[in-house]
């Protein structure tokens, strides 16, 4: 990107474009006649009066060609843009919407309710204590009444907030979703010694990471380690822990955001384990999730081997229906088989998803017959198959098979009732798209 001076000019074939200062500001303003092409004006014929050319022949439509350059400094990408592109024709960018997001809910903010107000201060007696405040607050359905609550009872001499106070204030901020104004008194908070508690700090975090805000929510937790005062009640516990889990894992949306945020789960792990905190059967789906999600499944394996020797916290239906997921998502099919056997003799059910990743890997495995066993298994079972894996096993089926064979069981699906109308005729236009007029003769029920 080119940046010029105050006086400078641009220079073209024949042509030079001049910057005026400010006192002469009509002079920034060119003729088109001095830097557009010009063509021969229609109105005189071929071969007479030459010199005379002009952009249009109709002055009055000069106006909305002239070309002004900004007296002040100003960087050109181009020497100048068409003329007629008044408006770009591109999609707004992430942050041009994050911003005029943000700008409407400034400008949509709700004002403060006065009549409500000063009907919860006459609730207040002359010398209340933080229990009276809170109680108030607590029976008040705006959160703006509650927050202008606070900051005035803040303000009071001989008054100071303690644990419910902040606690019920936070807890209406927080459902309200107003994050900006929580994360103000959550500042106040923290600037105060000696005050808190695990459900107070455990609820902060939670709120944090619902608005996306992880640092905080780690400072916050940092604040609670942070305390070596043996007195203090708000060392961080198994739930604080869960909930950084839980935030953790539903942040990433691919295997390499899932794979930066699986480090810090695991140092938190550590940590946790380190600090004398036994995990429990969430804290170890939780990694077993995390190993699985970043595609590291022996890790996920060996944390499931692990459960209940040496973390006496056997596994559950959701161990199994992540292990088996993530095994089936790397063609492990043996192994995820062997996992399902064992699930059953422990009498859990697999869930949708395990089954659907069975079926799917069998069938692209070339175990055709035995995906199909498993799918009438899972439709016994009250698991509804997805269309992804009807259409995964009608294809290998066909591709392996033979096309009647494809659509006898796609003719069977109809006749157990296990797909509508509309996933019949997807189905059937997927076999009539691949496999052409082989399919003629099947029967038109349904259409």
Known sequence: MLSFGRNCCFK??????????????????????????????????FGKNPRSTHFFHHAHKLDLFLFQINTSYTQFPIPFAPFNSHYSTKAPSRSYQRRARKRLLKSSKPTLDQAQFQLALSQLPPRFTPEELCNVIARQNDPLVCLELFHWASQQPRFRHDVSTFHITIKKLGAAKM??????????????????????????IYYFTQARKLTRAVNVFKHMKSRRNLNCFFRPSIRTY????????????????????????????????????????????????????????????????????????PPNALTYDCLIHGLCAQGRTNNAKELYSEMKTKGFVPSSKSYNSLVNSLALGGEIEEAVNYLWEMTDKQRSADFITYKTVLDEICRRGTVQEGTRFLQ???????????????????????YGNSVSRIDSVGL
């Open 242 to 313: 869960n909930i950084l889990f839980a935030a953790f894992l539903g942040r990433g949306s691919n295997s390499y955001i899932n794979h930066v945020y699986m480090e810090t789960i695991r140092c938190l792990f550590r940590q946790m384990v380190k600090d004398g905190i036994k995990p429990d059967i969430f804290s170890l789906n939780s990694m077993i999730k995390g190993y699985v999600l970043s595609l590291h499944v022996n890790d996920a394996l060996r944390i499931f081997h692990q459960m209940g020797v040496i973390y006496d916290c």
């Open 179 to 204: 994050y900006q104004e929580m994360d103000d008194i959550v500042n106040q908070l923290l600037a105060v010694p000696l005050i808190g508690s695990e459900a107070l700090f455990n609820m902060v």
């Open 12 to 45: 073209y074939p024949g042509t030079y474009f001049r910057r005026g200062n400010a006192s002469n500001h009509t002079n920034t303003i060119l003729s088109t006649n001095s830097f557009c092409p010009k063509f021969p004006d229609p109105n005189y014929p």
């Open 412 to 434: 069977e699906l109809q006749e157990k009732d296990l797909v509508d109308g509309h996933a019949y005729r997807k189905l059937l236009y997927v076999l009539e798209d691949d």
